[in-house]
């Protein structure tokens, strides 16, 4: 993160007279920004792609609406958790956040347009009492239609997507069957929210990488949004039209290898876009070892060069460590680029910031599937291990030791970690979501909440509804971490 006085000698960019342009390596200041030429750079940045966007200065760049003054706290609730994992009829979770969203509703990959039976059976177990406990405490529950593993959500979009024409003045259907079956989805979503007293719907469209490595990712901002990503803007205008007392929110990817999927335009019709800032490493088999929610810019990539499980995995230059500064830049700054092209280019004043409530340990393969990436680790258990984990001024844990290395990584010898787990602190949540309000965010989103320790100045939920400002908390007196000059 960047101000101007950490930038006082550096020059603003000016046309060069004589034609001679800027040389590799020449830092400029333009448009609230800092830029390096990659290469020879004759036009200005943002027009020209000798440009590489450094830094931002966060003291230029204001928000349009100014700070976030009431930030929202918005909380994902598994259905599919057993039921001695969390009592989530404890009023004292509800209290600590402002949204409340039970996930995930998912829809049939064999019935397109129909709800997935054993989602829908166990989001019908808890609703009922969530809404009842949620509303007495002042808090707002919706239901996130899509998931993950929602390959029947992604198929749906798909269809759809397929027979729309996209043109100047919108979005029409080529194909009659195709707008009814979208239409059908509306009304089954609008009645099962009107019907069960919630609040709204999140959109959770994802499964871009597909069942069988069929990966949809790396889309060119040239080729437009995919058409999943055009017809859910389509679907959150429908819902927006049909319920507008109601709720209507997405989350979506948080940098461009799956982000350009999606249609910026949706956030037209949406009041609120979670940006999944999380899994920035560690989900993957070819993940770098480092941080997986970092705030700021990693800048020395080369600092965790000696943690790799082996080399750097395809190359430090195209398998960097993102940040969820990174992902803000490709979210809105005007002057993003990257081999992809252009940023998405979004008001933040929609969006809100990802917050896990867990972690992975870089030393073990998932166990579920160790083929397919690192470990994840639960919040509190990582608490139950490593009881002081919430003090840690790093985020991180590294226990030496001597560790078979996971199958997926062929390099001889072991792991000189027991552990190495990367993850979020109450201290590290809370500057985040400092950072939100500063920036006119609209706050964070968190999954979930049944990882979470909720003994008191262990809690990453409270830590974040205490400086959230909403007026079931003490106020924003009690901020940590925030954004100064």
Excluded at 100 to 124: D, K, N, P, Q, V
Excluded at 179 to 192: H, T
Excluded at 390 to 408: C, D, E, M, Q, Y
Excluded at 448 to 474: H, M, P
Aim: contains cysteine; charged residues 20%.
């Amino acid at each position: 993160m960047g101000f101007s006085k950490e930038y006082l000698h550096v020059p603003d960019w000016t046309p060069k007279q004589d034609g001679s342009g800027y040389q590799e390596g020449a830092i400029v200041k333009h448009g609230g920004n800092i830029f390096v030429a990659k290469f020879w750079a004759g036009g200005a940045p943002g027009e020209d792609p000798g440009w590489a966007l450094h830094d931002e200065l966060y003291d230029v760049s204001a928000p349009p609406g100014g700070r976030t003054e009431t930030a929202k706290v918005i909380t994902y609730i598994p259905t599919w958790r057993g039921a001695d994992d969390l009592n989530l009829l404890n009023g004292e979770i509800y209290k600590n956040m402002t949204h409340g969203i039970l996930s995930f509703l998912m829809l049939s990959e064999r019935h397109l347009g129909e709800f997935e039976t054993t989602s829908l059976e166990a989001i019908e177990r808890f609703v009922q009492n969530v809404v009842s406990i949620g509303h007495a405490n002042d808090t707002r529950i919706m239901v996130a239609l899509g998931g993950a593993s929602d390959f029947g959500f992604l198929q749906f979009m798909e269809e759809v997507g397929k027979h729309l024409s996209v043109s100047e003045n919108g979005y029409s259907f080529s194909d009659a069957a195709a707008e009814r079956l979208l239409d059908g989805l509306v009304a089954r979503v609008v009645d099962f929210v009107q019907s069960r007293g919630l609040d709204g719907v999140d959109l959770d469209l994802e499964g871009w990488w597909g069942k069988v490595g069929n990966d949809q990712g790396g889309r060119l901002k040239s080729q437009g949004p995919h058409p999943a990503g055009y017809a859910l803007t389509v679907f959150a205008e429908r819902l927006r039209r049909s319920m507008p007392d109601k709720l209507v929110s997405a989350a979506v990817f948080a940098t461009s290898w799956y982000g350009n999927n999606y249609d910026p335009k949706m956030v037209d019709h949406l009041d609120w876009v979670g940006v999944m800032t999380y899994d920035l490493t560690g989900s993957w088999n070819k993940s770098p070892v480092g941080p997986h929610t970092s705030l700021f810019k990693i800048r020395d990539q080369e600092a965790y060069a000696a943690e790799q499980q082996g080399p750097w995995p395809s190359g430090s230059l195209d398998n960097p460590i993102f940040s969820t500064e990174d992902s803000l830049w490709y979210w809105t700054n005007p002057f993003f680029v990257n081999w992809q092209g252009p940023g998405q280019q979004v008001s933040r004043a929609k969006l809100a910031l990802g917050v896990p409530i867990y972690g992975y340990d870089f030393a073990y393969g998932k166990a579920e599937d160790s083929q397919t990436g690192y470990m994840s680790v639960r919040y509190k258990d990582i608490l139950a291990q490593f009881p002081d984990a919430h003090l840690s001024a790093t985020a991180n844990i590294k226990v030496p030791g001597n560790t078979s290395r996971p199958p997926f990584i062929s390099t001889a010898g072991t792991y000189h970690y027991a552990h190495n787990i990367y993850y979020e602190t109450p201290g590290s949540a809370a500057a985040k979501l400092s950072f939100a309000k500063s920036q006119g965010m609209q706050g964070v989103i968190i999954w979930e909440v049944t990882n979470d320790a909720w003994d008191e100045g262990r809690s990453i939920i409270k830590s974040l509804y205490r400086i959230s400002g909403d007026r079931k908390s003490g106020g924003s007196q009690y901020e940590v971490g925030c954004l100064t000059e």
